[in-house]
């Protein structure tokens, strides 16, 4: 199904076992979803799972703010790739994008983008329309091939699917060319197309069972 390739299946709940892990990835082959984000702790165990598969093993780097030291968030970009993840999903300084330091954020970010293949979350509930479009030129520029909308605990999670849209096409101006992921509260059959017509390339999504079933 075109929307199921689009999906990243996403467990980054803290109370996360083994067992769960392993089960997100078993529905991820199930119904052939674009990949598993997972938190770091998890990805070796993703990468054994999804083995002999095309899902993408995916990282999700310092959440829910991006407040770690640029050192701190360079290690855990390698060990992630290290351990087998195929994309990155790293969280920009959200507080230094409160604070218009454009300049400060690309220098932490272009390192980052050329240890792997990275989706920079910019976070986009906490943002005006205006930082919106300038974090997503600042992604463009730092090396990325995705710019990513939110992640937990994003006040976007809270917003209408309009304000969604809106954040997507802002992104789009800001970042042409590059892909775009929409994430935060994704819940229904409904609320994926809604975001693929407003131009998602990508969805996260802790509900992907749920919308397969609907398509299957």
């Not at 390739?5 to 067992?19: C, P, R």
């Not at 979803?33 to 998890?42: D, E, I, Q, S």
């Not at 710019?147 to 096409?169: I, Q």
Request: proline share 3%.
């Amino acid at each position: 199904m075109e929307i199921l390739n689009k999906l990243d299946h996403t467990n980054i709940k803290d109370s996360a076992q083994e067992a769960d892990i392993k089960k997100t990835c078993q529905e991820a082959k199930d119904y052939g979803f674009r990949g598993v984000c997972v938190k770091p702790k998890w990805v070796k165990t993703v990468k054994k799972e999804l083995a002999g598969t095309t899902v993408k093993v995916v990282c999700l780097i310092d959440p829910p703010i991006g407040d770690s030291t640029h050192a701190k968030r360079v290690q855990t970009a390698k060990k992630a790739v290290k351990d087998g993840a195929d994309d990155i999903d790293v969280v920009m300084s959200l507080i230094d994008a409160k604070h218009g330091r454009w300049d400060k954020i690309l220098k932490d970010l272009k390192p980052i983008c050329k240890i792997g293949h990275a989706k920079i979350i910019i976070g986009s509930g906490y943002l005006t329309d205006e930082e919106v479009v300038q974090a997503s030129k600042t992604v463009k520029e730092a090396g990325a091939f995705c710019v990513k909308t939110a992640t937990e605990k994003d006040p976007l999670e809270n917003s209408e699917l309009a304000e969604k849209g809106k954040h997507l096409k802002l992104m789009r101006q800001g970042a042409p060319g590059l892909l775009i992921k929409a994430s935060g509260n994704v819940k229904s059959l409904a609320d994926a197309q809604m975001m693929i017509e407003m131009g998602a390339d990508i969805i996260g999504t802790s509900s992907g069972v749920e919308i397969a079933k609907i398509l299957k």
